[in-house]
């Protein structure tokens, strides 16, 4: 049987005449950290949301543990396993944090008690217990990201989609951050993981792929991607 | 000042506040989870009247029996027509634009359907509770030695008041205390997010549209039993007090609005007994500018949301 958990088939997306996502083809595995880079506008954002439901691709196939997900909503693809963290956090600001972890629980079948349990057990794991009764607009930028990262655990997804978890965040919240992915890595989680941090992406990825203009320009090791004139000319330039 | 006259104001505008709070609720619920400008609110407000008075004109039921079928029918009526008239506007760029017309359009159709029905006529909602009046208070002497005054309210008007007061304890609980009602305020702060944590927006939505449908609908049984009449074209002013309310308690708040409707109420009845009646009218829209200009969030908005 296939460990393969997504597998992204010549996927391409357009936006009237601009192709954003051009036939692009990845897959991740149980429990692997795939990261993915590439300059700003490279496509990385919109692969992503191609991925989760948010933009229906032009052309192409996503593919969860074999099964097709290309033109499912971004609910039931939450719901099938994928959960997700944006760039800018989207936290839901005026509710208390233990409330922002609870709404993903909405079709759980549990007693009101285990379900504020789980969500306090949620903020413990990402270092905000103590600030269960802020409210989500009160945390700064890196505390929503950890917040953010908490909602998705609480519907204990196989497939995490991580865009730049560690863009604005300061030194000791990325460490969190960092555990905690490694945690879930470790617990058989895979990651699809976007960043412009490329130390922590090199950390953690065990497989990289590069995106430039839409395209896959290099994959492989991070050794290998890192030395890939390719890369090094996309990056830098001649 | 007359004391009495001000007791008796501020009785009515807790009556009148309390059906603005349901209006502004129910609005604010609409508005937030749906980004629906629903400018028809008026006349699914009036529907639960005239229903009222049809089962009080043909079964001859006080229009406190309307409460539950009302509720019941205009909630499954409300998620029905999410599903005919809502999705597609949330595929055009500006939904809010789109749905103001489209439910401009429907407020008309709807005036239309209860004119062709009722007739244009402003009918009376005939029917009493024993006694027909409360006497709240008697302030002694309050026009002279010996001439007691009465702070008298109907009947119908406290129950009407009470059955508000039910309505507005279970809205809240409901928003703060289930799930559902949990995930309703996180899609009124952020719809997208509410879909990426595994909720179906549209049936959320619909459940939305159903229930301020039937918060609506109820609003409409008991502003007949405290007005107490009907008018096939009195939905564009409840609409109007429904948006004020929301400006004032502040948009996403439902809660904000609960409060901001019995404010919004207290200060216009209090008015009309103390001021002239073209002033009273003016107070309530004058502190809606004030807001606008100096608590664009909303008076209440802030303190509402911690």
């Known amino acids: ?238 | 000042m007359n004391e009495v006259l001000l007791l008796q104001g501020l009785v009515g505008g807790i009556v009148f506040g309390a059906i603005y709070a349901l209006i502004g609720a129910s609005l604010n619920v609409m508005v937030g989870v749906l980004r629906v400008i629903n400018f028809a609110h008026g006349e699914f407000i009036l529907a639960g009247s005239f229903f009222a008075y049809a089962m009080l004109m043909g079964l001859g039921l006080n229009p406190l029996y309307a409460v539950a079928p009302v509720a019941v029918l205009f909630f499954l009526a409300g998620y029905g027509a999410y599903f005919v008239l809502i999705p597609r506007l949330q595929r055009s760029d500006e939904p809010e634009t789109s749905s103001f017309l489209l439910m401009f359009g429907v407020s008309l159709m709807m005036i239309a359907v209860l004119t062709w029905i009722f007739e244009a006529d402003i009918r009376p909602v005939n029917f009493s509770f024993d006694p027909i009046n409360v006497t709240l208070l008697v302030v002694e002497d309050a026009y002279g030695p010996g001439r007691d005054g009465r702070v008298i309210v109907p009947t119908a008007r406290i129950v009407a008041l009470a059955v508000n007061a039910l309505m507005i304890i279970a809205l809240t609980w409901f928003l703060y205390r289930t799930l559902t009602g949990k995930a309703m305020r996180a899609a009124i702060m952020n719809r997208d997010a509410v879909q990426i944590v595994g909720i179906d927006v549209h049936h959320l939505s619909a459940t939305a549209f159903g229930l301020a449908t039937a918060i609506a609908g109820v609003t409409g049984v008991l502003l007949a039993m405290v007005v107490p009449s009907v008018d096939p074209n009195g939905g564009p002013p409840l609409a109007l007090v429904g948006f004020v309310v929301i400006v004032l308690g502040g948009l996403g708040h439902p809660v904000g609005a609960l409060l901001a409707g019995v404010l919004f109420g207290v200060v216009e009845q209090v008015a009309t007994v103390m001021l002239p009646q073209a002033a009273a009218q003016m107070l309530g829209f004058v502190i809606l500018i004030a807001v606008i200009f100096f608590r664009p969030s909303g008076i209440l908005g802030l303190a509402v949301s911690r």
Do not use: W
């Open chain 1, 1 to 238: 049987m296939s460990d393969t958990v997504l597998e992204v088939q010549a996927l391409t997306k357009r936006f009237g005449g601009l192709v954003a996502v051009d036939g692009v083809s990845l897959e991740v595995r149980k429990g692997q950290i795939v990261g993915l880079i590439g300059i700003n506008g490279a496509g990385k954002t919109t692969l992503m949301n191609c991925v989760n439901g948010i933009y229906r691709s032009d052309d192409g196939q996503v593919r969860l543990n074999n099964a097709d997900i290309t033109r499912k909503t971004p609910h039931e693809i939450a719901l099938a396993g994928v959960g997700r963290t944006f760039q800018v956090p989207r936290t839901f600001r005026r509710m208390d944090l233990i409330d922002n972890l609870m709404v993903p629980l909405l079709h759980t079948d549990a007693s009101d008690a285990d379900l504020t349990a789980r969500a306090e057990d949620g903020l413990r794991q990402v270092g905000l217990y103590e600030l269960r009764h802020n409210h989500g607009e009160e945390l700064s930028g890196g505390q929503q990201k950890l917040l953010e990262l908490a909602r998705v655990i609480m519907l204990d997804p196989e497939l995490i989609l991580l865009d730049e978890p560690f863009a604005g965040v300061n030194p000791s919240l990325c460490r969190i951050m960092l555990q905690q992915i490694e945690k879930l890595r470790d617990a058989s989680k895979s990651f699809l993981l976007v960043s412009h941090d490329l130390t922590s992406i090199y950390r953690l990825s065990d497989h990289l792929y590069v995106l430039n203009q839409g395209e896959i320009i290099a994959e492989g090791l991070v050794e290998d991607v890192q030395n890939d004139p390719v890369v090094i000319e996309a990056y830098l330039g001649n």
